[in-house]
């Protein structure tokens, strides 16, 4: 049977052959032409590294694409995990919408707790923190009043402010108050005007139960026009502490601050502005809106994560092109896994809604899913309560699907698992790179110690030519002069 010479051998032989060629011109006569070592020996080492390095360079190729394809499937299967999360919860289908019918004087907030219902609210008179001014210093705020102690009271809660010598102005008493150890939170400002200045005084809570008291005690006196408690107030009142008052369907209730959130359960007024005598409604009612758009974007993500998966696994047959985790175990598990988990009935909802299926959410013959906002509208309006354990019951598939999305992404997942080998077999693959150039440095030694060789024996068979060409002359001439 005929052999098939190796292209590169051959290729080699006939570059060798030609650079021995150049030494005899072309004749039987060896050349003065010197043997180009560096360049055979060049074509000799590569082809001595070719088939292993691309090998290497194949399983090097490989194993990054498919790193780099666990990385786009772990991107989306998480993106799908918080979507599917967002509908894990209970609270989330316990959300309500309010509305008012006049936002410029109340408007309000619900928790999980609220329920829904209509409320007309009046808004009398909304809370207040206390403000007190001295009468007016002249001098302004460098200006002296006196030492002492000021012992400020807010609410149940006071501290002592020590004045002396070394901050006995207006300006030096505003410091220390504000800087006073177990502040109750009085805020101290120095206003001034055309005839001098004033120590402004305003508490930081709202309310009739924290109003502010100043006594004066000790020193020259001088702080004693600051006073303002049960017996004296030597400061103007500038803002009454004050309550906020609502009437709730006729029924008052009282607040310490503008945020009135123990009067309806569940539900946080917030007090905009007192308009006596203007009823107001404030609605509470489930918010189907938000459950829809989490639906919306929990089919949404697994339709990405479907596209994702699809090309991941793809074959070209046209192309002969595979997708880099075509056939790949983990891949196939985790696809299989989803599916059961979306298309499975939830066995702990009760009545008729205890699937996707039943609420609007179908599978398509390409595997993605669509939803039917009509439907998932009338589940929501006919039994939201069913809705919810179709995806946030223990069975639900949403409580599923973060189970096992949890264990496919999990540090001991088969997703890290699979990562962390491939990350290994890269870092094998540098090693035999390594070892493959220290191999290489050897047999290129060994080639050029070869071929130096060589060279030089073709130098001495030069010089032999040429003393043989010499005397073959000398005979020759010889021979004619006889």
């Known amino acids: 049977m005929a052999t098939v010479a190796d292209p590169t051998s051959s290729a080699l032989s006939s570059t060798i052959l030609g650079s021995l060629g150049s030494l005899s011109g072309g ?16 074509q000799l080492v590569a082809a001595d590294r070719a088939p292993r390095q691309n090998v290497l360079d194949s399983q090097k190729t ?13 991107s989306a299967l998480a993106t799908f995990q918080a979507s599917a999360q967002a509908l894990a919860s209970p609270t989330a289908f316990n959300s309500n919408s309010t509305t008012s019918s006049n936002p410029q004087i109340v408007t309000a907030t ?44 807010q609410g149940t809660g006071s501290f002592n402010v020590t004045i002396d010598s070394t901050n006995k102005t207006l300006a030096g008493i505003a410091a220390a108050i504000n800087g006073a150890s177990g502040n109750t939170g009085v805020q101290a400002t120095i206003l001034n005007e055309s005839g001098g200045a004033h120590l402004l005084l305003t508490a930081s809570n709202t309310g009739a139960a924290s109003a502010i008291t100043v006594t004066a005690t000790g020193g020259d006196g001088g702080l004693n026009q600051l006073n303002y408690n049960a017996t004296t107030k030597n400061m103007s009142e500038l803002q009454q502490a004050q309550d906020s008052h609502i009437k709730i369907s006729n029924f008052d ?49 697994y339709n990405t994560l479907a596209q994702t998966i699809s090309t991941l696994d793809s074959y070209d047959a046209s192309t002969q092109t595979a997708g880099p985790l075509l056939g790949d175990a983990a891949l196939t598990a985790i ?7 979306l298309s499975n009935a ?3 909802a009760a009545g008729k809604y205890n699937s996707l299926s039943t609420i609007g959410v179908t599978k398509l013959a390409d595997g993605t899913l669509q939803l039917d906002p009509n439907k998932l509208n009338a589940a929501l309006a006919s039994s939201p309560d069913s809705v919810a354990q179709v995806f946030a019951s223990g069975d639900g598939v949403a ?5 096992d999305l949890n264990s496919a992404l999990g540090s001991s997942g088969a997703i890290t698992s699979r990562t962390t ?13 390594s070892d493959l150039n220290a191999q290489m440095a050897t047999v290129q030694a060994n080639y050029t110690a070869q071929f130096t060789a060589l060279e030089t024996l073709l130098a001495q068979l030069q010089t032999t030519s040429n003393y043989l060409t010499q005397q073959f002359q000398a005979m020759q001439n010889a021979q004619k002069n006889q």
């Not at 194993?63 to 772990?74: D, F, M, N, P």
């Not at 209509?118 to 006196?146: D, F, K, M, N, R």
């Not at 696809?335 to 988990?341: F, K, P």
Request: no cysteine; hydrophobic share 40%.
């Open 335 to 341: 696809e299989t896994q989803l599916r059961q988990d």
């Open 399 to 403: 409580t599923r699907l973060n189970v």
């Open 110 to 153: 619900t928790d999980a707790t609220a329920g829904t219902g209509s409320y007309t609210i009046q808004v009398v008179a909304l809370a207040q923190a206390e403000q007190l001014a001295s009468g007016v210093i002249t001098g302004g705020s460098t200006a002296t009043v006196g030492t002492g102690t000021l012992t400020i009271g």
């Open 62 to 74: 490989s194993a990054t694409a498919e790193i780099s394809a666990l990385g786009a499937l772990k």
């Open 346 to 348: 939830v066995t702990t």
């Open 421 to 433: 080998y491939l990350q290994q077999q890269l870092t094998d693959i540098a090693n035999e790179n």
């Open 27 to 42: 004749n039987s006569t060896v050349g003065a032409n010197n043997l180009n070592v560096s360049a055979l020996v060049t």
């Open 253 to 301: 209730h009282f607040a310490s601050t503008n945020a009135v959130s123990d009067a309806i359960t569940g539900v946080t007024l917030n007090l905009q502005s007192a308009s006596v005598g203007t009823n107001v409604t404030v609605g509470v009612t489930p918010n189907t809106a938000g459950i829809s758009t989490l639906v919306t974007q929990f089919v949404s993500s």
